[in-house]
Protein backbone atom coordinates (compact mmCIF):
# COMPACT_ATOMS: atom_id res chain seq x y z
CA UNK A 1 0.00 0.00 0.00
CA UNK A 2 0.98 3.53 -1.28
CA UNK A 3 -0.54 4.88 2.10
CA UNK A 4 0.75 6.18 5.42
CA UNK A 5 -1.47 6.97 8.55
CA UNK A 6 0.01 10.19 10.78
CA UNK A 7 -0.85 10.95 13.95
CA UNK A 8 0.72 12.54 17.56
CA UNK A 9 2.02 10.13 19.49
CA UNK A 10 1.24 11.76 22.64
CA UNK A 11 5.10 12.73 23.88
CA UNK A 12 5.48 15.77 21.00
CA UNK A 13 6.00 13.68 17.73
CA UNK A 14 4.59 11.65 15.16
CA UNK A 15 3.24 8.13 14.78
CA UNK A 16 3.37 6.37 11.60
CA UNK A 17 0.96 3.64 10.59
CA UNK A 18 1.92 1.52 7.51
CA UNK A 19 -1.39 -0.12 6.87
CA UNK A 20 -0.97 -4.02 5.91
CA UNK A 21 -3.32 -5.85 3.29
CA UNK A 22 -5.38 -7.21 5.97
CA UNK A 23 -9.31 -6.58 3.04
CA UNK A 24 -9.40 -2.81 4.83
CA UNK A 25 -9.37 0.03 3.37
CA UNK A 26 -7.04 3.04 5.05
CA UNK A 27 -9.95 4.66 5.89
CA UNK A 28 -11.19 1.75 8.21
CA UNK A 29 -7.34 0.97 9.18
CA UNK A 30 -7.51 4.06 10.42
CA UNK A 31 -10.14 4.71 12.70
CA UNK A 32 -9.62 1.44 14.23
CA UNK A 33 -5.88 1.44 14.51
CA UNK A 34 -5.62 5.84 15.47
CA UNK A 35 -6.40 6.11 19.11
CA UNK A 36 -9.86 7.05 20.04
CA UNK A 37 -10.46 11.25 19.63
CA UNK A 38 -6.88 11.70 17.84
CA UNK A 39 -6.60 13.53 14.69
CA UNK A 40 -5.02 11.85 11.52
CA UNK A 41 -4.28 12.02 8.50
CA UNK A 42 -3.60 9.44 5.59
CA UNK A 43 -0.63 10.92 3.21
CA UNK A 44 1.38 9.49 0.20
CA UNK A 45 4.57 7.13 1.35
CA UNK A 46 6.60 9.62 -0.11
CA UNK A 47 5.86 12.46 2.16
CA UNK A 48 7.44 10.64 5.25
CA UNK A 49 11.05 10.96 5.49
CA UNK A 50 13.06 8.84 4.51
CA UNK A 51 15.97 9.66 7.01
CA UNK A 52 15.29 7.58 10.19
CA UNK A 53 17.66 9.24 11.96
CA UNK A 54 16.20 12.04 13.22
CA UNK A 55 12.96 9.84 13.78
CA UNK A 56 12.27 11.31 16.78
CA UNK A 57 12.14 14.60 16.05
CA UNK A 58 9.46 14.80 13.67
CA UNK A 59 6.57 16.86 14.03
CA UNK A 60 3.28 17.73 12.65
CA UNK A 61 0.68 20.68 12.92
CA UNK A 62 -2.25 19.25 14.43
CA UNK A 63 -4.53 21.53 11.92
CA UNK A 64 -3.45 19.61 9.00
CA UNK A 65 -4.43 16.20 10.44
CA UNK A 66 -7.68 16.90 8.55
CA UNK A 67 -9.13 13.51 7.43
CA UNK A 68 -10.63 12.17 10.68
CA UNK A 69 -10.19 10.97 14.16
CA UNK A 70 -9.34 8.14 15.73
CA UNK A 71 -12.59 5.66 16.87
Same mark, same amino acid.
Given at each position: ?? @????? =??????? +???? =??????????? $? +? @????????? @???????????? +? +??? $?????????????? $?
Amino acid at each position: ME @KRIIH =PNGVGGV +AVIE =PGDCGLTVEEI $A +A @KDVPSGVPY @KIVNVTDIPIDR +A +ARN $AWTVDVDDLTDGVG $A
